[in-house]
């Protein structure tokens, strides 16, 4: 029998969340890669559509945890259910987003079945009979390639936006309910009011068109061309951290290690000069159009194209020229 690859499902408010979907997608590659057989694992109550959504999926298996106990995320009981399925079947690796849920799980988990983990992920690769993963350091100014040597199972986290969900193929798998004794666990939190994060409903993740604003706009009456610019793309806006912490923009637009991470298909620069701190929310979009007057700015080493020039002449120009193609 074949070695075998879990990819847990994170759910909320009736619906999978997309970096589930892009772990699945990872997971697929992998398991052709190495010859495994990949399983979808989701738990929860009253689930059952969620599950048939992803049996649509390339993946041997859903396997289901039906329990009212886990209506709610509650640390405890989610360990112990994954611990007995983790337990009971023995795959090679567990599979998981790096969302807020899962960095609380992830290493209670690994904790309680004495097994390695590793974290915020942004690739892999294979070599010989084993994986080689690779994640950030030092600021996400370095790549470490990590090799987990404890026994399997091991549980492996990966960042938002390691890969696409552009890339998952559909199949066709049956839903498996898998039974778990939780018994004996101690409710011992009570879950209150859900909250917004961040104030206002802007959800970036989402947008396949993204306008980004840096310091290089100088003062908040400048925006008015980068808003013409984001309505003739359809876009959102969004902004580097300068641009917020001025209040030119709200907080929910921020982009960044502080703020939001997105992966567009479109992300058009203008004036950020490309720190760190914001190039890790962004540096997966699928194109990076950059506008910076410095020809050394470091938002050039990421750009799928870069102008060098003044943001108050480029973006204007695009702007019209985008409004001539589109007979506006």
Not at 89 to 110: E, F, R, S, T, V
Not at 150 to 167: F, K, L, N, R, Y
Not at 258 to 269: D, E, I, K, M
Request: hydrophobic letters at 45%.
């Amino acid at each position: 029998m074949s070695e075998k690859i879990y990819v847990l499902i994170d759910h909320g408010n009736g619906e999978i969340r997309v970096p589930s979907l892009e772990s699945l997608a990872l997971g697929q590659r992998m398991a052709e890669e190495a010859g495994f057989s990949l399983h979808a694992l989701i738990l929860g109550h009253k689930i059952q559509p969620l599950a048939e959504r992803i049996a649509s999926q390339k993946v041997e298996s859903v396997l289901l945890v039906e329990d009212q106990k886990l209506a709610d995320y509650d640390p405890d009981m989610y360990c112990k259910a994954l611990s007995q399925i983790i337990t009971e079947d023995q795959p090679y690796l567990l599979l998981m987003a790096h969302i807020y849920q899962n960095i609380d799980l992830a290493p209670k988990l690994a904790a309680v079945i004495s097994r390695g983990l590793v974290t915020d992920c942004i690739g892999y690769r294979k070599e010989a009979d084993t994986f080689i993963f690779v994640r950030q350091m030092f600021r996400n100014r370095l790549n470490a390639e990590v090799q987990i040597r404890s026994e399997h199972p091991w549980i492996v986290t990966m960042q938002v936006g390691a890969t696409s969900v552009d890339d998952l193929r559909e199949g066709s798998a049956q839903v498996i309910e898998r039974p778990v004794d939780l018994s004996d666990v101690e409710l011992r939190r009570k879950p209150l009011e859900a909250f917004e994060a961040t104030k206002g409903k802007v959800d970036l993740s989402q947008a396949e068109w993204i306008v980004a604003v840096g310091r290089g706009i100088k003062k908040a009456e400048n925006l008015k061309i980068i808003e013409e610019l984001a309505e003739v793309l359809g876009a959102e806006i969004a902004a580097s951290r300068p641009v917020v912490d001025s209040e030119w923009l709200t907080r929910d637009r921020q982009v960044g290690s502080s703020g939001q991470t997105v992966t567009p298909r479109l992300y058009v620069a203008c004036g950020i000069s490309g720190a760190i701190q914001h190039i890790v929310g962004m540096k997966n979009s699928d194109c990076i159009v950059a506008i910076n007057t410095d020809p050394n700015a470091p938002i050039f080493n990421i750009a799928t194209y870069g102008i060098v020039g003044d943001l108050f002449e480029i973006v204007p120009a695009l702007t019209k020229k985008l409004k001539e193609a589109k007979g506006l």
